[in-house]
C-alpha cells in the first residue's frame, strides 16, 4: 500500500484549487520568499519565459500561468503526457508550449535550445523511485545536472534557477556549481514536502554574466 495514500492539508487545498498536484504549494512558497518569477532578467515590458522541466501533470505550468497570465510564456518538458484535464484552455494557448520527451537526450535538448532564452529554469523532475536510496539519489543528481546544463545554456543574465535533489548523494558539488554562477545559491526544503521525502530544493538567484 502506497505511504502517501491518505490525502493530507496540501492535498485537498491542490484539489479544491483545482491544481493536479500539491506539489504546486512548494512552488508558490519559493516564489512567495525568494521572488522566483521576478528575475531581474524580465522586462516588465515583456513576457517573462519559464522553462519547467519535468512539467507533469502540471502544476508548476499552471501557477505560472494562472500568476502571470499574459505576462508569461512556459515550456513545459516531460516524458509523460501533459494531463489537460485542468488547464480550462490555459495549456491550448500561445502562452505555453509541451515537448513530450527524455530532457537529458540530444533531439529534446535542440527543442529546447530553439525556444531559449529564458529568465526562469524551474526543475521539479524527478526519476521513478527504487526503494534503494543509492540508486535513486544519483538518478535525481543526473536529472539536477542536465537542469543545471540548461540554466547555463538557456537562462539570461540575472535569471533564476530551481532544482529539486534527493538528499544523500554527493549534491554538495552541485550547490557549489549554483553559487559559481549565481550571486545567491541556497537550499530550501518548503513546508508542503512530505516529512518523510527527502526531497529538497536548491535554488539559484540573479544568474552572474
Ligand atoms: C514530481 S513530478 C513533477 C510535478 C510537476 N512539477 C507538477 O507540479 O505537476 C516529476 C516529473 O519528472 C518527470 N521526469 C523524470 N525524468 C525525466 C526526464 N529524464 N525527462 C523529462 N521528465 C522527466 C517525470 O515524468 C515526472 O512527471
Redesign the pocket.
Known amino acids: 500500500m502506497s505511504l502517501y495514500k491518505q490525502p493530507d492539508y496540501w492535498s485537498l487545498k491542490a484539489k479544491t484549487e483545482h ?3 500539491r ?2 504549494y512548494k ?1 508558490q512558497e519559493m516564489n512567495e520568499k525568494f521572488g522566483l518569477f521576478s528575475p531581474k532578467a524580465a522586462k516588465k515590458s515583456e513576457p517573462v519565459k519559464i522553462l ?12 505560472a500561468l494562472r500568476l502571470l497570465g499574459k505576462r508569461v510564456f512556459v515550456l513545459g ?4 503526457p501533459l494531463s489537460p484535464d485542468y488547464d480550462r484552455g490555459l495549456f491550448e494557448g500561445e502562452h505555453y508550449c509541451f515537448l513530450q ?4 537526450t540530444g533531439e ?1 535538448q535542440q527543442a529546447i535550445l530553439a525556444q531559449s532564452p529564458f529568465h526562469l529554469v524551474m526543475s ?5 523511485t527504487t526503494g534503494n536510496p543509492g540508486v535513486d539519489t544519483f538518478r535525481s543528481l543526473t ?1 539536477a545536472e ?1 537542469a543545471l546544463e540548461y540554466a547555463d545554456r538557456t537562462l539570461l543574465r540575472g535569471g533564476n534557477f530551481v532544482v ?1 535533489v534527493f538528499q544523500g548523494g554527493d549534491s554538495s558539488g552541485l550547490l557549489k556549481g549554483i553559487r559559481k554562477r549565481f550571486k545567491i545559491g541556497k537550499s530550501f526544503k518548503p513546508q508542503a514536502c512530505r516529512r518523510t521525502s527527502f526531497e529538497t530544493y536548491y535554488l539559484g538567484l540573479d544568474k552572474l554574466g
Do not use: E, N
Not at 519547467?52 to 501557477?63: H, I, K, R
Not at 518538458?77 to 509523460?80: F, I, K, M, R, S
Open positions: 491544481y493536479p498536484a506539489s504546486v512552488l519547467d522541466l519535468g512539467a507533469v501533470p502540471g502544476s508548476w505550468s499552471l501557477y518538458v516531460d516524458l509523460a520527451g527524455d530532457m537529458t529534446i521539479d523532475a524527478a526519476p521513478g536529472l542536465a529539486k
